[in-house]
Every structure is written in structure tokens, then in C-alpha cells.
């Protein structure tokens, strides 16, 4: 069995998770949606959305036993309907509270402590997806404190695999230096 998170975060029991579908998955899925000013996915969530979806989850996930409580690979685990089909749901479900969620699941409190770091390239690209190769979305300036909102695992940069989100897209990690403290998932 495998999850998904699609359109603003939606568990998806689905049958093949990265390669193509062998039935129809709105068969298979379970799906929560949120309502948001912007049709680009970019808002972020409400605290009332953030706290009403990580109950939600918590709940299905623990209906479902099967279920892992982990970033999703092939062998299972709760991800973005972007993992399901990048081409065309890129930017789904936008701005979302990846590493919360996931300290949710597993019982953790929800640290609120902010990540964050300064740039330490001259200029940092912001990407529209975790790849050098993705289209600029705007450019981070060396100095200043910047908060990250989330990481994920892209393109790896000279061995880092890590990309923070920020603003409307992601920076790699690889040009950030992280301040103390931080929460358990920035590193």
C-alpha cells in the first residue's frame, strides 16, 4: 500500500505511486481538499486548515495500519500529488507543512521554532521545484536571515540533497548556513 498527498494535502491510497497508474485513482484515494484565495497553490495554510488536516491524517493513518508514517519511496509512506504526476501537478499541494506533519504522525509535538539560515553564495536562486534545472522564481542575496518553511529531498548539489522552501519556491541547502536552535527537520 502506498500514500499520497495531493491538491493541499490529500492521503491517497494508490497502486503504483511513481511509475504509472494501473487503475484509476480516484478509486483508490482518499482526499482532503482546502480552499485557498490562490489558484496557484501558493497560499500557505490557515493555522485552522494546518491543525484540522494534521487531526484528519492522524486519524485515517491510524484506521489504516498499513499505512507508513514516512516520506513516501516505493515500498510506501504519505507524500504531494507532485510525486504522483510532476508534470502536471508541479506546484501541488503548494506551501505545505511537510516536516509538522510528519512529527504529527509519529506522536511528536509540532515544533514551531523557525528554521533559519543565511545565504552564503552571492546569489541564490529560488527554484520552482527542488533541481538546479527548474525555472527561477526570484533570487535570495548573501547576509540577512531568511526562514525556511519546509525541506525536501531534490537535486543533489555537490552531495546535499536538501532544498528549503521559502517564499514561492526552493533554495538548496548546500548555500545555507542554519542557525541555532532549529527544528529537528531543518538541518
Given amino acids: 500500500m502506498k500514500i499520497a498527498l495531493s491538491k493541499e494535502i490529500v492521503p491517497q491510497t494508490v497502486s503504483s505511486l511513481f511509475t504509472g497508474w494501473s487503475v484509476n485513482p480516484n478509486y483508490v484515494t ?20 494546518k491543525a ?3 487531526k484528519l491524517i492522524n486519524n485515517i493513518v491510524a ?3 498499513g499505512i507508513k508514517k514516512v516520506w513516501a519511496d516505493s515500498a510506501g509512506g504519505v507524500t504531494g ?16 507543512p511537510w516536516a509538522q506533519m510528519y512529527q504529527s504522525l ?3 509535538a509540532v515544533e514551531e521554532t523557525p528554521c533559519i539560515g543565511t545565504v552564503t553564495a ?7 521545484e527542488p533541481t538546479s534545472q527548474s525555472p527561477s522564481v526570484g533570487t535570495l542575496l ?4 531568511h526562514e525556511f518553511r519546509d525541506r525536501r529531498s531534490g537535486e543533489a548539489i555537490y552531495g546535499n540533497t536538501g532544498w528549503f522552501f521559502i517564499q514561492n519556491g ?3 541547502a548546500y548555500y545555507v548556513n542554519l542557525q541555532e536552535p532549529r527544528p529537528s527537520w531543518c538541518y
Fill in 30 to 49: 482518499i482526499s482532503i481538499e482546502h480552499v485557498k484565495s490562490s489558484t496557484d497553490n501558493s497560499n500557505e495554510l490557515t493555522a485552522a486548515q
Fill in 52 to 54: 484540522a488536516s494534521f
Fill in 142 to 145: 548573501p547576509g540577512g536571515n
Fill in 63 to 65: 484506521r489504516n495500519p
Fill in 122 to 128: 552571492d546569489a541564490l536562486n529560488i527554484r520552482r
Fill in 81 to 96: 500529488h507532485f510525486s504522483i504526476s510532476p508534470s502536471s501537478r508541479a506546484r501541488c499541494p503548494g506551501p505545505f
Fill in 170 to 172: 526552493y533554495v538548496s
Fill in 106 to 108: 509519529n506522536g511528536a
